[in-house]
């Protein structure tokens, strides 16, 4: 049966009937599930970057057992692949790839972005990480190792960005506001705050 | 028993994707290529059985070091890091 | 062997890493948010893992056997939604004749 050619939206109504229809799936479950889902966005792994900035404890546990120190703030971690934490320092870069498919550390990132799914991204990041991390405006110094990870398969990568300069005395909450998406995965880095003259 | 850190291996130069319905985790431009385990991430089932429903036993996960300019001349990356299975690994070579 | 040569030889459509043809694309790093069917997909893709009837191997697998041309034309969930329907099919979880049939219905 050739389903390239139908309508991606009826084939979903058509599949979510029947399964509705033989008490498979009911689309109760559908609608609890999306609500769920759309609780996990990267306001968690910034909180835990956050964290991981102003406790040494945490942000060893983190980078020795990242599920370990999600679950640890709060985030269910049960049953979902291990999250692997990537520690960047000054002069040490990480920048997190799928070129299969688009693994993504989901529990603590939410959905994955557009970009990370692209045939750009996944082709061009583990040849050309500075060209790609160029597209954000990214530019690391030419003497900062940069370190490719392509998630291939059972583990779930984030990168624990470095504390930028001028924010000794913040609060959890306003450093964990610092930390963006991109930063979580490698192709921006954290923006400290703008330096008053 | 699991292969220590630094320990060199090769990725098989096998391609079963030529020759049937398959799945697999190692990406096309590891193969047959040098690297450097960095460490066992532990043990977990195989997806190649995985993704077809049989039985899937427990293989060994390492994070495998390459030299990106190895595996692409024109590599601007310093370090390329990838999950690969036992059985996709020779050691030594 | 240089890169080039290892390209294309053997390798399949998905797995695209380093791949020549590709080097200068430009990345699109706008956020580009998920629509109801997107989010829809997703929550029924959990749902039948949950259920045990399909892994995210399977759903994988399923991906990766969309031919190339359909591959790059289709957008991410309209790729899972047909590995799922196609899985569902192939482990007689639905019925394909009835399948086909409420498909051809208009």
Redesign the interface.
Known sequence: MNLVQVDSARLLAIVTDMLAEQGIVSRAEIAERMEITDRASPELGARMVAKAWREPEFRALMVADGSAAAESVGIRMRGLPPLGVLENRPGHHHVVVCTLCSCYPRAVLGYPPFWFKSTAYRARTVRDPRGVLAEWGTALPADTKVTVVDSTADYRWMVLPTRPEGTQDWSEEDLAALVREGDMIGVTVPRGPAISC | MSLPPGTPVRVKDD?P??RG?V?I?????V??RRGEVVRH??D?PN?ED????RPAPERA?YHVAFR?TD???????????????EHWLEVGA | MDAETSDDEHRAHHDMGGVSRYQCLPVDPEPHGLTEFDREVDALRQMLSAKGLMSVDELRRGIEAIPAGDYDRLGYYERWIRSIAATLVRKGVIEQRELKDRLAER
Do not use: K, Q, S
């Open positions: 391609w994707e030529a319905p799945h985790r190692t990406p096309h431009y193969r047959g991430l532990g977990f997806p995985l993704a077809f429903a996960l990106p595996l692409f001349p024109d590599a601007t990356g310093d370090d390329l890091v990838i999950e690969i299975f």
